[in-house]
């Protein structure tokens, strides 16, 4: 499912896909429609536009994994990685990607995303390790475990940062390519982890419990 | 004269402590210190009354009617000016019930009470409505009024004690047009700092729009970007000048993410706000979602030993290698790390660059980390490219200081 809500990228993102022969099941102009479209149409994987005009994409992010866990998200930005960007991978998109990226990229990362693969860019890669940064930083609640990242996970996001494409880490870290990627997987898998026992946290501190049953 | 300056301590302390606490209006404050004095004033008339002038007075029982009836004026004021209609009225009744009561001393005290020191019954009292009108009209009318009633306490007089009766003149006089002149001022204060609210909140409204329009901006230059490199031809070179100004556009958008408002008065930068400007459609530049605080020459001075190794590698690679900048902020240690995948520099021959002595590299870059107490690396493995890895300490959590070095 591609949402955008800009007609010309929906159009040249279906179609792209299209051709690759991937079938785009649903499209979708804003955050409430893609809710209900994702529903009947049920994607596997929802090419999401981080600025959307009635919801942010992150919500929408939310709001997808939320109804439905089996969904992955790969989320498009114009404007390169910023807050929302970290917010939409901890909120449990897979993956992201530049909308400058190349068309070849672009397939790429979705079928990696398909895959159940993340997709990091340099910029993105540095977010997250700024976030581990700032969690492991702040003082406050010692007891809700704060995620940490093992010494390797931390050289390889960096690696990451630095542009290195995980063949070149794996040859310069004499891995494998799977291993590379499963320590990238296994550093998303934490954050959003972490997001989500902070949500559901949240949610019992403030009454909000209820709300998690109510489903889509 | 010890009469006049208790007045003027009790004014100034209730003053103070009205001020102290938060204000919806600006005058607030100073309604409530004149609430503070005259209740004071009302107890030290009472004290007045009960034991110091005892003895001046004729008809003590009528004196003890009189403070009861400045009792009930003094919280009838207080509840009255605290509401906004009806105010000009309760300030004239003010002022005559106060010069009322004030004359009345004339038929509570002996004649010659006022050689003997004592003041009217009133005493300090006298000078609410004298605040009041300051507070309501300013300057002016705190000091007419403040005449006002400084004559009628004069009246009093009887041809005794000019010298005492003056100083109260002159401190009434004093009060009135001091507490006008602050109860304006307050007034212009909170005006300002409305104003200045409203223009912040239309200058963030503004900034929403831009980045609004920006990323509708970005998004048609990525279309025709993507566009262009699928026609081929003349139509992928204008993609191509599409695909800079997206990534020129992008990174001027990061800086205004990066936060306007990073630098503080403190003098110090947001390290990524200098860093961003460096991308380009060749160039990527990573940073943390947090500002990278550092004291603003240190800053500086990491950003130019940053620019050199990208100009290194624009130099000696050639113009189509791309490099990656990444900006760390660790507890202990600021890094950034410039990585390119050029053909990379043959071993030894930056040892040697360095001992002929030839600036540059060595340098401009590892010269200035070092000024600033930290230090640079540069690896390169012939045919994967090379890597700078500057490294900035901090000093216990206090950002370092750049030293007045060489550059």
Known sequence: MVVDDHPMWRDAVARDLAEAGYEVVATAADGAQAMRVAGAARPDVVVLDLQLPDMSGVEVTRGLQAAHPAVRVLVLSASGEQQDVLDAVKAGALGYLLKSAARSEFLDAVRRTADGDAVFTPGLAALVLGEFRRLSAAPAEADSGVPRLSDRETEILRMVATGMSYKQIATRLVLSHRTVQNHVQNTLGKLQLHNRVELVRYAIEHGLAGEFEAGE | ?407
């Open chain 2, 1 to 407: 004269m010890t009469a006049e300056v208790i007045q003027c301590s009790l004014v100034i302390v209730t003053v103070t402590a009205g001020s102290a606490g938060a204000q919806r209006s600006s005058s607030e404050p100073l309604w409530r210190a004149l609430a503070a004095f005259r209740f004071a004033s009302v107890g030290y008339a009472a004290v007045r009354l009960g034991f110091i002038d005892r003895a001046e007075y004729s008809r003590p029982d009528w004196a003890w009617a009189v403070i009861a009836v400045m009792a009930v004026w003094t919280v009838v004021t207080t509840i009255g000016y605290t509401r906004r209609g009806r105010r000009s009225q309760l300030l004239v009744a003010d002022l005559i019930v106060t010069v009322g009561l004030l004359l009345s001393t004339t038929g509570l005290q002996h004649p010659d009470a006022t050689v003997h020191g004592a003041l009217p019954v009133t005493a300090t009292w006298m000078a609410g409505p004298v605040l009041a009108w300051a507070i309501r009209y300013g300057r002016r009318a705190g000091a007419i009024v403040g005449l006002i009633v400084a004559c009628c306490d004069f009246a009093l007089l009887r041809g005794a004690a000019l010298s005492t009766a003056l100083n109260g003149a002159v401190l009434l006089l004093l009060a009135g047009w001091v507490v006008g002149h602050l109860a304006r001022l307050a007034a212009e204060v909170q005006a300002e700092r409305q104003h200045a609210i409203e223009v912040e909140a239309a200058s963030r409204e503004r900034e929403r729009l831009a980045r609004d329009i920006h990323d509708s901006v970005l998004q048609v230059l990525a279309l025709v970007q993507r566009r262009g490199a699928e026609a081929g031809g003349a139509a992928a070179e204008l993609g191509r000048l599409a695909g800079q100004q997206e990534a020129a556009l992008r990174a001027l958008m990061g800086e205004s993410w990066a936060g306007s408002r990073a630098t503080g008065a403190s003098g110090d930068a947001d390290l990524r706000q200098l860093v961003l400007p460096a991308q380009t459609d060749r160039v990527t530049v990573s940073v943390p979602a947090q500002a990278v605080v550092l004291e603003r020459t240190a800053a500086a001075e990491l950003t130019a030993a940053m620019r050199a190794a990208l100009d290194n590698v624009r130099q000696h690679c050639g113009e189509q290698t791309r490099a990656w900048v990444l900006v760390e902020d660790e507890p202990d240690l600021i890094r950034v790390t410039i990585r390119d995948d050029g053909p990379g520099i043959p071993d030894g021959r930056l040892a040697e660059a360095a001992a002929a002595g030839r600036f540059g590299i060595s340098h401009s870059i590892s010269g200035r980390l070092r000024d600033l107490g930290g230090s640079a690396t540069i690896s390169s493995i012939a045919g994967e490219g090379t890597e700078v890895e500057l490294r900035l300490p901090r000093v216990a959590n206090i950002p370092v200081a750049a030293s007045p070095g060489t550059a």
